[in-house]
């Protein structure tokens, strides 16, 4: 009895002591800086980008706000921001297979909030990887932290409708088929399968071939996209202007590839000097010539060397416009009228690997295969029990 008691005295005392060693290592613990993402629209409503859609679509607003230890926006903050696109999978590919696995979009930005917010267009499905840097504007102000946050995108329901429509159509093509071989009449002299089975191979043969060419030339239209689009009767601004003792020039890729970062740079200085002027409000725009769309768009202020620098991919193989537009600061003793240069950027489209069109076929294929085995199988089945009746 004496040991039980003592046991459970041990046991007392070894809870306490753990109790307070707990409180104390709270106590030294303190919480860690972070970064808060929020969207417009919500994330359940996001869909990726679809081309050649008339309806209207506008880039998703994502808003990077940068907290210290104990929740309260950090100042004179510089943000670096990559956006990663989800990886490539070469099973179940998206609509652009060639931006899967790469950078969409890399940046740094003064926010003296401690605020970043862009717009942005995602092209495809799948779970976007934002990785921030967030670094003090003021030496030692604060210890810069890095992290990664996740952006799951989800794919447009409409498309799931419509692929359950064509394998619909595709698994009834398939169980006719294998009804009609699977009630097979009888072979003449001479022949090797019966009429009708004869025929429904032609068909299917003339059918595969039309995939086949379908496919193979949906990808090459894709590959000149955007060598004979119209460029709508909108003039572009010129990449270099002067105002009142400013010059704003946007500078960098002239030309760019799919799945590659282009560079860009807006420069801003005084004309007569040279010296650069910083803190210059500069909304920067990236628009897709095809269909006047607005696929990136950032506001935010030139550096201590008077330059905005990012690299962004344009995702689309079309031409496109990098327009900014320029005004001065609140309060700042230099004012201006509204400057505005662009930069048009051609894109150079990359048609999908030939694996990948081979897959879509091979998956066409396998649900014509799976309608004609139940064909067959429903024969297989009817046909003993008509012998017996």
């Known amino acids: 009895m004496k040991k039980y008691r003592l046991f459970g005295v041990l046991s007392a005392v070894f809870c306490v002591a753990l109790s307070i060693l707990y409180s104390v290592v709270g106590v030294s613990q303190t919480p860690a800086p972070r970064v808060q993402l929020s969207t417009n629209p919500p994330l359940e409503r996001i869909h990726p980008f679809e081309a050649g859609t008339d309806k209207p679509q506008s880039p998703v607003t994502l808003t990077l706000q940068a907290l210290d230890t104990i929740g309260k926006p950090l100042e004179n903050t510089k943000i670096s921001l990559q956006i990663l696109t989800p990886p490539a999978n070469a099973w179940l590919t998206t609509d652009f297979p060639i931006v899967e696995g790469t950078k969409l979009l890399q940046m740094d930005a003064a926010a003296p909030d401690g605020k970043l917010e862009i717009q942005q267009m995602l092209p495809i499905r799948g779970n976007y990887q934002l990785r921030v840097n967030v670094s003090p504007l003021v030496a030692n102000a604060f210890t810069p932290y890095e992290q990664t946050l996740n952006l799951n995108v989800q794919e447009n329901p409409v498309k799931y409708k419509y692929f359950a429509v064509v394998a619909a159509i595709l698994l009834s093509v398939g ?215």
């Open 175 to 389: 169980l006719l088929g294998g009804w009609v071989i699977g009630g097979q009449e009888e072979l003449r002299q001479g022949e090797i399968a019966p009429q009708s089975v004869r025929l429904l191979l032609s068909a299917l043969t003339v059918v595969a071939i039309v995939t086949l060419l379908f496919i193979n030339i949906s990808a090459e239209v894709a590959e000149a996209h955007g060598s004979g689009h119209s460029r709508g009767k909108e003039e572009i601004a010129p990449s270099v202007q002067k105002s009142q003792g400013l010059e704003v020039r946007v500078e960098g890729n002239k030309s760019a590839t799919v799945g590659k970062l282009a560079n860009l740079i807006v420069n801003v200085k005084d004309a007569a000097t040279g010296q650069p002027i910083k803190d210059v409000v500069l909304q920067v725009k990236a628009i897709a010539l095809e269909d006047n769309l607005t696929v990136f768009a950032y506001k935010g202020v030139t550096d201590q060397f008077g330059k905005l620098t990012w690299q962004e991919q344009f995702f689309d193989g079309a031409p496109h416009k990098v327009e900014v537009e320029a005004t001065p600061s609140p309060g700042s003793k230099r004012q201006f009228p509204l400057v505005k240069v662009a930069q048009e950027v051609e894109v150079e489209g990359i048609a999908p690997p030939m694996y990948i069109r081979l897959i879509g076929l091979f998956y066409f294929t396998a649900i014509v295969g799976i309608g004609m085995a139940m064909g067959l199988l429903i024969q297989h089945r009817r046909k003993p029990q008509a012998g017996a009746n």
